[in-house]
């Protein structure tokens, strides 16, 4: 092998390396320091050095735990953990902005408001119950992750009294309006009025508005919505609008449950 050959083979390594970094931006947003959208600020107002050296660019790769990046002359470091449990109301957006001026899901959360939380997932507007926000992009990752199967249980009012036909069709999958077929779900009756009745649903996968998808292909409407579960993580008598910090239990069976859980058989 030549001389070249020999240095190219040995530069090869190290560009794979720096490459598999991070932009600096998202490095700043991954520690929990801000938003990207912040970060990008920071960076682009000279804020911000890598390895001693001023950096305007927020796209520059940076290995985090390797690379040493400071905010205006102090060495950045993560911020501490949070993970949040919400009881969502009905009539707030899962966002953190609303391009239209509705009310958010942030209205909750005033007491956290520095701590550059973000939800995990999402409950539409209409929709109400158990939501996780945290600053831990991986966790969050994690759970959003579809290979996880995460699970997630609601309580549905729904229009009318489903017969059996219409429940076996849930429990084993149904195909939505646009062709998609869901994976079989877990239902079971729970109570039932003169003209609607409430349903438990419990699917691992999260197609967008799929409970409400699935009551339609099945000829139903829902009323009302609730998330009473996470995985492992159940909403409980947490007030509607109240927030509570997830206990070291729960975050401990979120781990477990997500390294173990593999989908529903077919």
């Not at 911000?48 to 990046?69: Q, T, Y």
């Not at 009539?91 to 939800?119: I, M, Q, S, W």
């Not at 969050?140 to 036909?165: C, F």
């Not at 076996?168 to 009756?189: F, M, N, Y």
């Amino acid at each position: 092998m030549g001389k070249k050959e020999s240095e190219t083979g040995r530069n090869r390594p190290l560009r794979a390396s720096r490459q598999s970094g991070v932009s600096l931006e998202r490095a700043i947003a991954k520690m929990g320091l801000a938003s990207r959208t912040e970060a990008l600020g920071w960076i682009e107002g000279g804020r911000v050095s890598v390895n001693g050296r001023p950096c305007v660019n927020p796209k520059k790769r940076v290995l985090m735990g390797r690379d040493r990046i400071e905010v205006e002359g102090v060495t950045a470091r993560p911020a501490q953990k949070i993970y949040l449990a919400l009881n969502k109301p009905r009539g707030l957006v899962t966002t953190a902005r609303d391009e239209r001026g509705r009310p958010t899901v942030f209205e909750c959360l005033k007491n956290y408001r520095d701590l550059h939380l973000a939800p995990v997932g999402r409950l539409d507007m209409a929709s109400e119950g158990l939501l996780f926000f945290t600053n831990d992009t991986a966790w969050a990752a994690k759970l959003l992750n579809p290979e996880s199967h995460v699970a997630k249980t609601y309580d549905v009012q729904i229009d009318r009294h489903l017969g059996q036909e219409a429940l076996g069709r849930l429990c084993s999958g149904v195909t939505l309006e646009d062709g998609q077929r869901t994976r079989p779900a877990k239902v079971r009756a729970l109570r039932a009025g003169p003209k609607t009745c409430w349903l438990e649903i419990e699917i691992d996968e999260g197609l967008n508005r799929q409970i409400r998808r699935m009551m339609k292909a099945v000829g139903a409407r829902v009323m009302r919505l609730v998330r009473v579960a996470v995985g492992p993580v159940v909403l409980g008598g947490l007030p509607k609008g109240g927030t509570r910090p997830l206990q070291p239990e729960e975050l401990r069976a979120i781990r477990s449950y997500t390294s173990t859980k593999k989908g529903y058989k077919v």
